[in-house]
């Protein structure tokens, strides 16, 4: 079983690279679980119909208790789908739900039952407190991917991320493995993350162009895999996704 936790500020485009990835790797016949890991519980919606799906943290309080059918959701594209959730706004710690998420996904023996051949966590990174740590400390994740763009406001939060994996690395937990590009076609982008990764001591590893289908997928609920698998945007995420599952050498 790979787990592979990927991190990037908000609004970089992180859970669309996230759910692209986990489509691409389930159209190879993998058994893919993708955990979102924000309290906005949107990272599966390209996955479920553009939908939400009920939140590990809102099903808890309404029921009390849940079973796994319920915290666990089947997509289209045969990635099985869970989102952590948050508290009620203003009441409580959203890193806090990304741990009771774990703890009962363990609890049920979620990872037993669907023996997934891959795990997705799908992270905030704008604050690196110890709930959206959690995967990278808990020993849940194995490697750590950034996503960012050259804006600014996504290196630096890049660089507070990776300075937060680098601190438990020492520790036997996970690694960075580097960034991932989400080109937003500024000038001198390339250069800009180049240099952050030099920084940060760690490489890009992947280079993803901006392209107009991922946002027309989006209007149909879709990644661009299952919407346009024919595209070369497609083409680019299958191309991440295979690079992640084999640790492939960067790009």
Known sequence: MKKIAIYGK????????????????????????????????DSTRNLTGGKNIPTVLETLRKNGDADLEELVYKSTTGV????????????????????????????????????PDIILYDVLGDVVCGGFAMPIRGGYAEEVCIVTS???????????????????????????????????NIEGENELVDNAA????TSVIY???????????????????????DSDMAEHYRNLAKLLLDGGDAK
């Open 150 to 184: 050259g804006e600014m406001m996504s290196l630096y939060a890049a660089s507070n991320i990776s300075y937060a994996v680098k601190s438990f690395e020492n520790r036997g937990y996970a690694s960075l493995k580097g960034l991932i590009l989400n080109a937003k």
């Open 10 to 41: 908000g609004g970089i485009g992180k859970s669309t690279t996230v759910s692209n990835i986990s489509a691409s790797l389930a159209s190879m016949g993998l058994v893919v679980l993708q955990i979102g890991c924000d309290p906005k519980a």
């Open 198 to 201: 030099k920084e940060i001591e």
């Open 80 to 115: 099985l789908c869970v989102e952590a959730g948050g508290p009620v706004p203003g009441v409580g710690c959203a890193g806090r739900g990304i741990i009771t998420a774990f703890e009962k996904l363990e609890e049920l023996d979620a990872y037993e039952k669907y023996n």
């Open 207 to 229: 280079r993803m162009p901006r392209h107009p289908l991922v946002q027309k997928a989006e209007e149909q609920g879709k990644t661009v895999v299952e919407a346009f698998p």
